[in-house]
């Protein structure tokens, strides 16, 4: 019974309503929370760094996605402009490795096309000692849509044959189709426009 009444002083007593007594043990949940102005402003600095450290994620995600995009974009540019050097730089003592290199660089029935043409294409050439040059005045990417694009070009050609000295250089203007084939960049069409 002792301990009973024990018991019912220790409830009873001013002690055991306002917090705990030395010797009894304490879970940290019965502890109260105390809401200071230093525990307020660490919360709020905790949470800004995280909303900064997403936002600069996000942020650092999207410049790196437009980089990649405008590498990509450079790089069919790059094969439209060297396609139209190639197509336009043609000398006869050169002739064949010339015209091999325009069929590395094509695909599909553009590379087909070409094929069946180079061997008169070349004689013709060889024939009247033709040389021409070209010279990429302007590219620009017209479109892209993943795996092809389509760049157009402004070349000014300058030729000269066994009977004709060098002329004034013409102005071609061409819409060139380049498509990846694999890890390459392949010409897949050209056409001339005005």
């Given at each position: 019974?002792?301990?009973h009444a024990d018991?019912?002083?220790?409830?009873?007593?001013?002690?055991?309503?306002?917090?705990?007594?030395?010797?009894?043990?304490?879970?940290?949940?019965?502890?109260?929370?105390?809401?200071?102005?230093?525990?307020?402003?660490?919360?709020?600095?905790?949470?800004?760094?995280?909303?900064?450290?997403?936002?600069?994620?996000?942020?650092?995600?999207?410049?790196?996605?437009?980089?990649?995009?405008?590498?990509?974009?450079?790089?069919?540019?790059?094969?439209?402009?060297?396609?139209?050097?190639?197509?336009?730089?043609?000398?006869?003592?050169?002739?064949?490795?010339?015209?091999?290199?325009?069929?590395?660089?094509?695909?599909?029935?553009?590379?087909?096309?070409?094929?069946?043409?180079?061997?008169?294409?070349?004689d013709v050439v060889?024939?009247?000692?033709?040389?021409?040059?070209?010279?990429?005045?302007?590219?620009?990417?017209?479109?892209?849509?993943?795996?092809?694009?389509?760049?157009?070009?402004?070349?000014?050609?300058?030729?000269?044959?066994?009977?004709?000295?060098?002329?004034?250089?013409?102005?071609?203007?061409?819409?060139?189709?380049?498509?990846?084939?694999?890890?390459?960049?392949?010409?897949?069409?050209?056409?001339?426009?005005?």
């Amino acid at each position: 019974m002792a301990r009973h009444a024990d018991t019912a002083e220790l409830t009873d007593s001013p002690a055991s309503a306002d917090g705990p007594e030395a010797g009894d043990s304490v879970e940290v949940g019965d502890l109260p929370r105390q809401h200071t102005p230093a525990r307020r402003v660490v919360a709020a600095a905790m949470a800004a760094a995280v909303v900064l450290a997403a936002l600069g994620g996000w942020l650092g995600y999207r410049d790196y996605r437009a980089h990649q995009r405008q590498t990509e974009e450079q790089r069919f540019v790059t094969v439209g402009r060297q396609a139209a050097l190639n197509l336009t730089t043609i000398d006869y003592t050169r002739a064949d490795s010339d015209v091999a290199r325009i069929l590395d660089s094509a695909t599909g029935t553009f590379q087909d096309d070409f094929q069946k043409r180079a061997k008169p294409f070349v004689d013709v050439v060889k024939q009247a000692k033709s040389k021409s040059e070209g010279a990429v005045t302007e590219a620009g990417l017209e479109s892209l849509q993943g795996d092809h694009g389509q760049v157009l070009v402004s070349v000014q050609v300058k030729t000269s044959t066994n009977d004709a000295p060098p002329g004034d250089a013409r102005t071609w203007r061409m819409r060139i189709d380049v498509q990846r084939v694999g890890a390459d960049l392949k010409v897949a069409n050209i056409q001339f426009v005005q």
